[in-house]
């Protein structure tokens, strides 16, 4: 029967291995031996760092998962076992580096430290990403607080030393229990932890250095951005505490989808509708691109439905090679007339009776999949038929 290494750490059997570290170092804290020196405190640091190590271990929790008890059963050959003591592939540099690391006793922490990263989402149009853009946009941060310029002392006073905790950061108290002797750690409430008392505490921060504000500011947006990118603003994001450096301001960038033009990454897509006649005969038409500027497009005689014309480099700037940019690609597509009028009617009916004119026909499979297949990859590669 094995041991009940789950239920030591107060962990479920799905804990993840950095869920087993946090529960041992939780527990480590209260029965290390420098903390509370007595023999039942010992008898469960031993426990716990014994389930920790068994657990951190694939193969033994495979065997504990099993039913078996890795350090009752070394016989079996599963690879050593604990031997009652600190033993066998124990590391106590990694035990000890764990626990101080996480009692916090390597010292205060300190006062003034730099500030959080912030994040906002960026909505921009297709236009905007095709030219760039300057915006200006008013984040809700922490900064500088005007009042003591994130000294946190109203009258500009360096701080002092904390007289509760002598500069440590931390406060102990023994308290005298039917166990022996406890000692416990705790932050020091007089200096939240940083060894540091401001005196003379400006009221506006509350001795923080920074207070909460809006701020504006002017952006520039690149052009040829994307969904997905980020955009960072370094020392544009929160003030950190004491007054420390700013965090960066990231920006993510949404692009709006557009009425008439599909990105496909550095590529435009547009659709030009026509009659049979100007399919026939050929013509030109007008698009205006998402910079304003206009661009003619011209529509080869005996175009066919699906065909694509490529106007290149006028799609989306690359980012990555400065001035280039992707290109245009014009799908064209044919709008059959439904009503005629009674000279259009007799003047299609002259065309289909003269000679040379081809009438409605079934094709084969292989001529229908041609049609289908070249046109749909004409479009994506972008190169015309
Ligand atoms: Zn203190
Ligand atoms: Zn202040």
Do not use: W
């Not at 409430?189 to 001795?207: L, R």
């Not at 920074?210 to 952006?219: E, K």
């Not at 700037?317 to 280039?324: A, L, N, W, Y």
């Amino acid at each position: 029967m094995a041991k009940d290494y789950y239920g030591i750490l107060g962990v479920d059997q799905q804990a993840t291995d950095s869920e087993i570290k946090k529960a041992y170092r939780r527990l480590a804290r209260k029965y290390h031996p420098d903390v509370n020196p007595s023999d039942e405190a010992a008898e469960r640091f031993r426990e716990i760092s014994q389930a920790q190590e068994v657990l951190l271990d694939p193969n033994k929790r495979r065997m504990v998962d099993a039913g078996h008890d890795p350090l009752a059963e070394p016989q079996h050959g599963y690879g050593g076992g604990f031997g009652g003591g600190f033993g066998g592939g124990f590391d106590l540099g990694d035990l000890f580096g764990a626990f101080f690391e996480g009692q916090g006793e390597t010292g205060p922490i300190p006062r003034v430290r730099r500030g959080e990263d912030s994040r906002m989402a960026f909505p921009i149009s297709l236009a905007e990403a095709y030219t760039g853009v300057d915006k200006k946009i008013t984040v809700d941060t922490a900064v500088i607080c005007p009042d003591c310029d994130g000294s946190g002392s109203k009258t500009h006073q360096e701080p002092v030393t904390c007289q509760q905790c002598t500069g440590s950061g931390h406060v102990r108290a023994t308290q005298r229990s039917f166990l022996g002797n406890m000692v416990t750690v705790a932050p020091c409430p007089a200096c939240a932890e940083t060894g540091q008392i401001i005196p003379d505490p400006c009221p506006t921060c509350e001795s923080d250095g920074r207070v909460r504000s809006r701020r504006s500011m002017q952006v520039h947006i690149p052009a040829g951005v994307e969904s997905g990118m980020r955009i960072r603003l370094q020392g544009n994001g929160e003030v950190g505490p004491g007054g420390g450096p700013a965090g960066d301001l990231y920006l993510h960038i949404q692009v709006a989808d557009d009425p008439t033009f599909t990105r496909d990454n550095e590529h435009l897509l547009a659709t030009v509708q026509m009659s049979i006649v100007d399919a026939c005969l050929g013509t030109t038409v007008g698009l205006t691109l998402p910079d304003g500027s206009q661009e003619t497009i011209t529509v080869p005689a005996g175009t066919q439905p699906e065909d694509t014309v490529v106007v290149h480099g006028k799609g989306m700037p690359t980012m990555q090679r400065e001035g280039e940019r992707g290109d245009l690609i014009v799908r064209f597509v044919m709008k059959v007339p439904t009503e005629l009028d009674s000279k259009t009617r007799k003047t299609l009916s002259q065309l289909r009776d003269r000679r040379g004119y081809e009438p409605a026909k079934v094709i084969s499979r292989e001529d229908s999949d041609n049609h289908l297949f070249t046109r749909i990859g004409n479009f994506f590669r972008g190169r015309n038929a």
